[in-house]
């Protein structure tokens, strides 16, 4: 069962602009990790934030959990068209076992 | 840097074939998985494994089976191929203890057409 849904599903914006993409899950979570995707390739892991975690930065990232809400979202600031991607989120808990479920996916286009 | 290998990025089978993915990853992580990948449906997983000869279903199991003989390397096996198996087909590995807060690492994918 997917774990993770993803809003929106395709997104498009120009370079410069903020991207937002938000994840909402179903049950508890230990963290929830964001991937990105180049086209056809493999995923890459973009940041992690932990159950006990509001709020964490890397970079051009910035990604909030609200557990109470059962959701987080992904900002990437000052876009560049290299972001042109891709980004999944991930849930990962106890009582999934050593799963990582993850969910639908955001397809992000960054126009130069 | 963590590698995580796919045997094959493209691969084309016939209905009917038994067909072997493998992938082998170079940092000694306990816990490796195989999902697949499709339009619209994001990444399903199929199998995990978090120790040798160790496998656990995913959330579609069904027409795939897995083996993990060494540590390193874990096969996803479709025991005869249909043509609703042609899909991406990803491998990742972990340390122990994702629900701890430790990252995935992916291969770079197979993609499987079966014709």
């Known amino acids: 069962s997917q774990q993770g849904e993803e809003d929106p599903q395709a997104l498009s914006i120009q370079e410069g602009e903020n991207a937002t993409m938000n994840c909402s899950y179903k049950t508890s979570i230990n963290n929830l990790q964001w991937y990105r995707q180049n086209s056809g390739r493999g995923l890459v892991h973009l940041i992690l934030?932990?159950?006990?975690?509001r709020e964490k930065h890397s970079g051009r990232l910035r990604v909030t959990l609200d557990t109470s809400k059962k959701s987080s979202s992904l900002l990437i600031t000052a876009s560049r068209a290299a972001d042109t991607a891709s980004y999944f989120c991930a849930t990962a808990s106890y009582n999934q076992g050593g799963k990582l479920i993850f969910g639908q996916g955001t397809e992000l286009s960054v126009k130069p | 840097d963590v590698k995580v290998t796919q045997s094959s990025r493209y691969l084309v089978k016939r209905t009917g074939e038994k067909v072997f993915l493998e992938c082998v990853q170079d940092?000694?992580?306990?816990?490796m998985f195989w999902y697949r990948q499709d339009p619209g449906l994001g990444l399903r997983l199929i199998y995990f494994?978090?120790?040798?000869?160790?496998?656990e279903k995913g959330d579609i199991p069904e027409g795939y089976s897995v083996s993990r003989e060494k540590k390193e390397r874990f096969s996803l096996i479709l025991e005869s191929a249909s043509t609703n198996q042609t899909s991406m087909y990803l491998c990742?590995?972990?340390?122990?203890?994702?629900?701890?807060?430790?990252?995935?690492?992916f291969g770079q994918g197979t993609r499987l057409t079966v014709v």
């Open positions: 934030i932990r159950s006990n975690e």
């Open positions: 990742a590995s972990s340390s122990t203890g994702i629900g701890d807060g430790t990252e995935a690492f």
């Open positions: 494994s978090y120790d040798v000869k160790m496998k």
């Open positions: 940092m000694d992580h306990e816990n």
